[in-house]
């Protein structure tokens, strides 16, 4: 089975990417982030047209999530329920047989003296409680994914030690991500990519970034241990940011038996 997540920046803008990698890549699933469209006005028809069924919610020119899949799930529900608000725009669960994804779009906190900073953090131990409530880590099979706008360890951003103050990197952003994946999750990618070099994220300001590997990894595949092992492999796919007005996020794909 093949799992995606992709941070779009815009469903609508980035329809024509795609319409080009969908049926390159041919993902079985693949999870948006910030689509960035109200549920009236998502492209469902176009998306349908490319071979995949849609599962959305999302609200004007702001955050959104989706799974598109070959299949429709079994089961679908919109939002942190631990939390209040319950964000649906920025995580939702589908069911595939005894198989869970967890689709997550984690707020970037702006500046870290911003109250959306705090919100950041007190986001991600709501989501920790989550986890603590909902997966038995040992026996569940879990795929989290999503980009979570943290760059959780030094090799994760190509200049660590100039982002010390960024929302992306600054510890407490970290040590709660942190918190979130070691209740149970095993960081896919990096068991097949355990060296530094890899981002997901390449920002537009940068002329040239994904050449000059200037870039930040903030997208994740963060498995159960019962689905790690199920990992035959994981890369991030460079070539979607390199074509005509791209993401400045691109996909990141595992493969699983």
Known sequence: MKIATFNVNSIRARLPILARWLPAAAPDVLCVQETKVRDEEFPRAEIESLGYHCVFRGEKAWNGVAILSRRPPD???FGLPVAEPPDETR???ARFGDLWIVNTYVPQGREITDPNYRYKLQWLARLRR????YVRPDRDRVLWVGDLNVAI???DVHAPE???DHVCFHIDARRALAACRDWGFVDVFRRFHPEPGHYSFFDYRTP???RRRIGWRLDYLFATPPLAAEA???WIDLEPRTWEKPSDHTPVVGIFR
């Open 162 to 164: 100039q982002y010390t």
């Open 153 to 155: 360890e030094p090799e």
């Open 232 to 234: 035959l492999d994981a």
């Open 208 to 210: 040239n970034a994904v």
């Open 75 to 77: 089961e679908v529900t």
């Open 130 to 133: 989550f986890w603590e409530h």
């Open 91 to 93: 995580m939702m669960r």
